[in-house]
């Protein structure tokens, strides 16, 4: 699936990260636990800073408690990382002990008049605003439902010897993994204008009944789940009234119903992706800009020796 939703607030905010960055004494990186590999933020991904980095896999309430502790192992792993799995809008608490871990990590600055400069990220619909808003004590930020919420750049001060800086959520220019596509629109990430809930809906029947069968069972009260996506939103569809003419089922209304209830975890707790999963689409996806760039090459290279046989 190619989405194409990358609108101007979402630009310029990619130029403010790489403008501020440098100021910055520390990351905070909102993930959605259910999917932290594809919603990693794709400017910070680029960059490579060795700057000081908090993980926050939000959204822990509504994914498989047994993979975020695989991904929380993971994080803690890498250099200058701490990660933390919470869940903004019920732990409040927890949320907040995240400034004292920012001064953990910039130690040279606590105690002193200067404040430690933050700057937290995160990819539309994460939950960035809500983390600011309780860290804050009150609403400064924005939040909603629906993606892009946030339009620009914030300067949030915690008065606590702590600056937030907060800038919209941002996705890519071009998704290369499908697979990363296909998630960031199940869990609505993504507009609703900008996919097809038929599509989606598609992919996330074909992941469910391969991975988490037994949920759908209990949901949909099934005897068996069917082998394919199709047999399955169909049986659902019959299940839920959604008909069309002639008595077959209307695919785009049970479509929206089922993303709808995976959003409302109404079928329960889920991870669409895991550390080893992460990994191996990491290396497809490295092979696929590979290949490209000489590809690229190839044609620049035909190119320049077309010129040089015309001007000889």
Known sequence: MSINWYPGHMFKATKDIKEILPNMDLIIEVLDARLPYSSENPVLAALKTEKPRIKLLNKADMADPAITELWLNQFQQQQNNKAMAISCTEQADKVRSIEDLCKKLVPKKEGRSTSINA?????????????????????????????????????????????????????????????????????????????????????????????????????????????????????????????AGGGLVDLTKISEIFLSEIRDVKIGRISFETPEVAEREKAEVQAILEKKAEEKADKKAKRKQAFKSRKS
């Open 119 to 243: 700057l937290i990220v995160g990819i539309p619909n994460v939950g960035k605003s809500t983390i600011i808003n309780t860290l804050a004590g009150k609403m400064v930020a924005k939040s909603g439902n629906e993606p892009a919420v946030t339009k620009g750049q914030q300067k949030i001060n915690l008065r606590n010897g702590i600056m937030l800086f907060d800038t919209p959520g941002v996705l890519w220019p071009k998704v290369e993994n499908e697979n990363t596509a296909y998630r960031l629109a199940t869990t609505g990430a993504i507009k609703n204008t900008a996919m097809s809930y038929d599509d989606v809906a598609f992919f996330a029947a074909d992941f469910l009944i391969k991975t988490y069968p037994d949920l759908l069972k209990q949901r949909y009260q099934l005897e068996h789940v069917p082998d394919t996506e199709l047999e399955f939103l169909e049986v659902i569809g019959r299940k839920r009234g959604c008909l």
